[in-house]
């Protein structure tokens, strides 16, 4: 086993584990702080994948500002009953045999697959030598534009979605 | 290094259309500020709507297939077939809205602007040249449909309906970026016609992930054009939305999900394609039992039509499912009149609900041939539509599909499709029977304006016409997918 | 070509204004709407048979319907010459039934209704006549069918008019789905549904059989059976004759126009249409023959002893039929259609009259108004209903030179010719003509004739009709003379016959090998008969007016079995109808409590688990979709890798 293969297994199967945790904890305040562990692996995920700046923002925007706003709305809407029942539904069972027969069927491939060499125009090296920033500063404002502008009248929807179903209104 | 300016004019006017319908959306949001009669908010809508409808007829035919903003975006026949078919759509859901949503005391203006951000989200997905724009597309109709489904925020079933369709439509995302990413990973790409290219030179038609791949994709477009399994969403959902949004988005994501469904199963897997012929024959097959089956259970008439509707993707994918470009056009075909006799269905069921009175049950129905004898025809025409008895346009819909289906060698497909056909054209009769044969049991006041008695004609019109005369639309569909 | 396709649709356009804007705008001012849309009708008819009559014929496809590989259904209409004289008598009689609507509905509810179910009732004929395929045709066919359960059932207030009107419905049903099989057996046979194809390519399967239960049968003549089994519906033939008579139930002008004009001459146009299939199978010709020949003394012998006034010219209407097929059983088509033109106007004409007599009995306030026996002495008070009614009476009969004496003669001539059969069927068809004669003038002498045997204070009170109704019985009068001098057979005058020549394109022209003296002796029986029938009545009727109670106690029993028909409606109800209500009360009763039950608890059951919470709000039920897309997906997936 490479260096390489121990990192991104032990970054997978932490996020696997990390994830139930997250699920099937009784407290939302403790599901939240793991989903905040399990930013921080995901974050390392990005980084094994040259993907620092990925990583550096996944650190500030979700674990920095989003989490924080979940544990706001968290704490302001007083979930005292919710922390004495369980987390799972009762089909948890039929949830989990799905999930591992899931897994069967993927591991069963496994060996079907047949690796492909590195594809695609923005190879590793080419990143590093332009840098990770620079690279995304520059698709994304050329390239990938419209995807871009498009992502803004997403949020703009999200927002006024958000007005619109919390807003108090005279009747 | 310098950054290389790619957008040109020529890439600003291909997205017109869209551009119109965003901004009209905003402007809309402002007025509602100052107009407080929600009518001109709502003609509003339809003056930006025709607008971009104006764009769009410009747009089409003068170029042949056009790629922008860097082959992110492409503006061909297809796409803008699409687009027409959202607008009609956008139009004649607005004008069924109107009275409903003051009913309903949800009439915000914010309710105009969302339906055209969904409707633009829908047409970026016609129009995606690759996987990003198409899965941010996706997302900004998604997204759009949660709201609308939620506006009714004083009834539990308008919140509950919003929070199930919003979580399972985050589960179905999920899916399809999975899918994205495997794509991705094997062929490098995320451009469609890339795509289609990486896997006939690099031979990874055989991979398991691009199976993978293809798979996760088409459940998530089976989730958004209501494929069983993946329906169990819609009945509730569709009976919990306000009726309006139910008409909305029995026809609009439905028509986006096939018209990327056959853009990326015939566009970018096209080598594979007796992979995903496998899949969806299952999945056609089990569509179609669902919808019809269950649907002669139904006692409510959203809950009733939410499975009809389930029952009518079936029909559709089999056009898909056949392969051919005149497949393609019998299942575009079959969108476009299910447009009509779906949001016409639709209206009827609106102009039921009046003050202090649901209006949804299939009782309600009863005798209305006698107190309403107009709407009960109307109604009628609806219904044998849906049913697919000539000389309506449902049967011409109909017959293309199982007609391709047969000329690619699924004759066993195409039977079994014509009985569940004939299994759901029994509860569409009962509504009839219902109206005609059986006496009503209280007075049933209808809600009429003239937006919605436009509406209502102009379904109509177009049901009975397109049976009679088929032929146009057909040449019209076959036209704009030459290109394609 | 826009006025070709103008015909059928102007109905048709009055048929949507009136039905859409006549409950709140138009009410009481349909006609305006109509009355206009079928005279429009009328004239682009007689330009399109002056084109017929110069030689040109009209046969375009309009558009094609359905087009999908070799599969090809196209709209098209034909007008040659047999589709030009049936457009001269569905347009000009329905423009007079049209008009003389207008008076004699005058302030009902239902006025624009009636008007636009008459509208559509021309557009379906037009449709039926005018098609060049047989589905179109058969389209046609249809909504002749379903208009007139609206028309016949019109008066659905009344319980009477509502079962008439579903028992046309569900008698003509029956004959329906035997045209039914009999074009989609044309289509599986010929691949095609167009006229001109299947006529063309009728020759190549002669001597064809098919095997059906283990019996081989002859293609051409089951196609030709099936499509007469329709025939037999639509024109009431026994024993599908049984709705007829009770379509009486709906408003006169209806029965005018179902009997004289459009519905009943439809199993005639068809078979006349067809004559080239009929043509190449003896069997079917001489069913064709016999049910004819049959049906006209049958029903003449029911209408000696009917005492309702429409009742007896229904009866007579079916009889009159059974002269058409008589003729086109032997193969004299063109003999048969020239009757069905001249029928219509003398039959339209009895129809208006009767119907002029029952408004004005009815405004005299008369309870019984379609009652013989309570009618009598009308002639001073309703001249002109008196005198068209005297014609059409001397025309049905079969009085020298006038339509009916030209048209019955014919069919009279061809079929003494039609070797051994023919003679036997030509000697009902004589002894029919004779009750035809007795029943035509009984009918005269008990409502006009004599003293009014109703309510004196009623009398008072009885009025000719208003002009509105007479005109249009008066035009109808002069067809009922002269329509059929444009048939006198060739003994009279040399080329007399010019209709016969111009339908001889579509349906051939019978060399008869008779001699003139046989000829004679045909025509002069028929003069007989006329004339025996009609001084019975007169002996029976007026000198003697105590004679017909004394022969019906007399005959008892045979009058009785005439009186009720035969008992064939009872027949049918005990045989046919009541078995199958039962049965179908049970069928549904079952269907309804198990089936329909069955699926209501069942299906949900079916899905068990997933269903079981569905209508709680409650996150259980959220993730359970979603686990129920995971295991789709799982399924999928599986499908994918290991059982492909």
Request: glycine residues 8%; charged residues 10%; hydrophobic residues 55%.
């Amino acid at each position: 086993m490479t260096l390489q293969q121990i990192y991104f297994g032990y970054f997978a199967t932490m996020m696997t584990i990390i994830s139930l945790l997250v699920v099937s904890r009784k407290n939302p305040v403790h599901s939240v702080l793991w989903m905040l562990v399990l930013f921080v692996h995901m974050a390392g995920l990005y980084l094994f994948l040259n993907a620092e700046f990925l990583a550096a923002v996944q650190i500030i925007v979700y674990a920095g500002a989003i989490m924080v706003l979940f544990l706001f709305v968290i704490m302001l809407l007083n979930l005292r009953k919710e922390e004495k029942e369980f987390r799972l539904q009762k089909q948890w069972p039929v949830s989990a045999v799905t999930a591992v027969l899931f897994l069967v069927v993927l591991v069963s491939i496994l060996g079907k697959i047949t690796v492909l060499p590195e594809l695609g125009e923005y190879s590793i090296d080419m990143i590093n030598a332009q840098g990770s920033l620079m690279t995304i500063g520059n698709v994304l404002y050329t390239k990938y534009l419209l995807p871009f502008e498009i992502a803004s009248v997403l949020l703009l929807v999200a927002i006024v979605g958000a007005v619109v179903l919390a807003k108090k209104r005279i009747e | 290094m310098d950054l290389p300016i790619t957008i040109t004019l020529m890439d600003i006017r291909a997205i017109v259309p869209e551009l119109t319908l965003i901004c009209v959306g905003l402007i809309i949001m402002l007025l509602d500020l100052v107009v407080k009669k929600k009518d001109l908010v709502a003609l509003a809508g339809i003056a930006g709507t025709v607008l971009a409808l104006f764009g769009t007829y410009k747009l089409y035919g003068v170029t042949d297939t056009q790629f922008v903003f860097s082959n992110m975006f492409v503006l061909d026949g297809y796409a803008n077939f699409f687009k027409v078919i959202f607008y009609i759509n956008l139009i004649l859901t607005i004008c069924i809205s109107i009275k409903y949503m003051e009913i309903e005391k949800s009439s915000f203006g914010e309710y105009y602007a969302l339906l055209l951000f969904a409707t633009s989200g829908m047409m970026i997905m016609a129009s995606a040249a690759d996987l990003i724009v198409l899965y941010l597309g996706l997302e900004l109709m998604a997204l759009s449909t949660y709201i609308l489904t939620g506006l009714m925020r004083k009834q539990p079933r308008s919140n509950e309906a919003a929070i199930k369709y919003f979580f399972l439509g985050a589960f179905s995302s999920a899916f399809l970026l999975y899918g994205i990413s495997l794509t991705y990973g094997m062929t490098g790409t995320t451009n469609i016609k890339e795509i289609a290219f990486a896997i006939s030179t690099l031979g990874i038609a055989d991979n398991p992930i691009m199976y993978l791949g293809l798979i996760f994709m088409i459940v998530a477009f089976s989730f958004k054009v209501a494929l069983a399994p993946f329906h169990m969403w819609a009945p509730d959902v569709y009976e919990g939305a306000p009726t309006s949004i139910t008409a909305f988005m029995s026809v609009g994501p439905k028509a986006a999900g096939f018209a990327v469904m056959g853009r990326i199963l015939m566009g970018a897997f096209g080598d594979m394609q007796a992979q995903w012929v496998t899949v969806l024959i299952p999945l056609a097959v089990l569509t179609m039992a669902t919808g019809s089956i269950i649907a002669l259970s139904q006692t409510n008439i959203k809950r009733m039509l939410a499975y009809s509707s389930i029952a009518h993707a079936g029909y559709i994918l089999l056009g898909i499912i056949a392969g051919t470009p005149e497949g393609l056009t019998a299942s575009v075909n079959y969108l476009m009149i299910y447009t009509f006799m779906n949001i016409g269905a639709f209206a009827i069921v609106i102009m039921l609900r009046s003050k202090g009175f649901q209006g949804e049950n299939l009782d309600d129905y009863k005798g209305l041939a006698k107190s309403h004898p107009v709407a009960a025809a109307l109604m009628l025409i609806f219904m044998f539509s849906l049913a697919g008895i000539p000389p309506t346009a449902g049967f011409i819909g109909k017959f293309y599909v199982f007609m391709e289906l047969i000329g690619s060698g699924y004759t066993p497909l195409a039977i079994i499709a014509i009985i569940f056909s004939a299994i759901s054209a029994f509860f569409y009769l009962r509504i009839v029977v219902y109206m005609y044969m059986k006496d009503a049991e209280q007075e049933i006041v209808l809600t009429q304006s003239p937006t919605m008695n436009i509406a209502l004609a102009v379904t109509s019109v177009m049901v009975l016409v397109l049976g009679i005369f088929p032929s146009f639309l057909l040449y019209f569909v076959r036209y704009s997918i030459m290109g394609y | 070509m826009l006025k070709y396709i103008l015909i059928p649709l102007l109905p048709l356009l009055s048929f949507i204004i009136n039905i859409l804007f006549g409950r709140n705008y138009i009410k009481n001012r349909a006609h305006w709407i109509a009355v206009p849309a079928i005279l429009g009708s009328f004239v682009l008819a007689v330009s399109a048979c002056i084109e017929v009559l110069n030689g040109k014929v009209i046969d375009i496809n309009v558009y094609s319907w359905i087009v999908s590989g070799s599969f090809n259904v196209s709209v098209g209409i034909l007008i040659d010459q047999l589709t030009a004289v049936m457009l001269m008598v569905v347009t000009s009689i329905g423009s007079l039934i049209f008009i003389y609507s207008v008076g004699y509905m005058h302030g009902d509810k239902g006025y624009y209704r009636f008007f636009a179910y008459l509208s559509l009732f021309i557009f379906s004929m037009l449709t039926l006549v005018m098609a060049n395929n047989f589905l179109i045709m058969y389209l046609g066919w249809e909504a002749v069918g379903l208009c007139s359960y609206f028309l016949i059932g019109f008066w659905f207030h009344k319980k009477s008019a509502g079962d008439a009107g579903k028992k046309a419905f569900i008698v003509n049903r029956f004959g329906d789905f035997g045209f039914g099989l009999g074009v989609i057996l044309i289509f599986l046979t010929f691949g095609s549904l167009n006229y001109m194809e299947v006529f063309g390519a009728a020759g190549g399967i002669v001597g064809q059989t098919i095997t059906l239960l283990g019996y081989k049968v002859d293609l051409i003549t089951l196609i030709c059976l099936l499509l007469f089994c329709g025939a037999m519906g639509k024109s009431a033939q026994f024993p599908f004759h049984v709705w007829l008579p009770d379509a009486m139930e709906g408003p006169t002008p209806v029965s005018a126009l179902i009997h004289a004009a459009t519905m009943v001459t439809a199993g005639v146009f068809m078979v006349a249409r067809c004559n080239t299939l009929f043509s190449y199978s003896q069997t079917a010709m001489n069913t064709v023959a016999i049910v004819g020949g049959f049906t006209a003394i049958f029903a003449a012998t029911i209408a000696l002893v009917q005492n309702d006034i429409k009742r007896v010219i229904a009866y007579s209407t079916v009889s009159q039929l059974g002269y058409m097929f008589l003729a086109l059983g032997v193969g004299a088509y063109s003999a048969g259609v020239f009757h069905l033109y001249t029928h219509a106007f003398f039959k339209a004409l009895l129809f208006l009259g009767s119907g002029s007599v029952i408004h004005a009995l009815h405004h005299a306030k008369q309870d019984d108004e379609q009652n013989m026996q309570v009618m009598g002495g009308l002639k001073k008070h309703m001249p002109i209903t008196y005198w068209v009614f005297i014609l059409a009476t001397l025309s049905i009969t079969g009085i020298p030179f006038l339509s009916g004496f030209f048209s019955k003669d014919e069919i009279l001539w061809q079929t003494f010719q039609a070797g051994d059969l023919g003679k036997f069927l030509w000697f009902l068809g004589a002894l029919a003509a004779l009750l035809t004669a007795f029943y035509s003038w009984r009918l005269i002498y008990l409502t006009f004739h004599g003293e009014y045997r109703g309510d004196t204070e009623c009398e008072s009170r009885i009025h000719e009709s208003p002009l509105v109704i007479t005109i249009p019985l008066m035009l109808l009068a002069v067809g009922a003379v002269a329509a059929g001098w444009v048939g006198i057979p060739p003994v009279f005058l040399e080329h007399g016959d010019k209709i016969g020549y111009f339908l001889a394109p579509v349906l051939g022209h019978p060399e008869g090998h008779g001699t003139h003296a046989q000829e004679y002796f045909v025509i002069a029986s028929s003069i007989f008969v006329a004339i025996a029938g009609w001084v019975i009545a007169y002996i029976m009727y007026i000198k003697n007016p105590g004679l017909p109670e004394k022969l019906f106690s007399a005959f008892r029993p045979v009058h009785k079995v005439l009186f009720n028909k035969y008992y064939i409606d009872e027949f049918y109800d005990k045989t046919i109808v009541q078995p199958v209500l039962k049965a179908s009360d049970k069928i549904i009763l079952a269907f309804d409590v198990n089936v329909i039950e069955g699926v209501v608890n069942g299906v949900p059951s079916l899905i068990g688990v997933f269903s079981k919470g569905l209508r709680k709000i409650q996150t259980g039920l959220l993730s359970n979709y979603a686990a129920v897309m995971a295991i789709g997906v799982l399924c999928v997936v599986g499908y994918m890798f290991f059982m492909r």
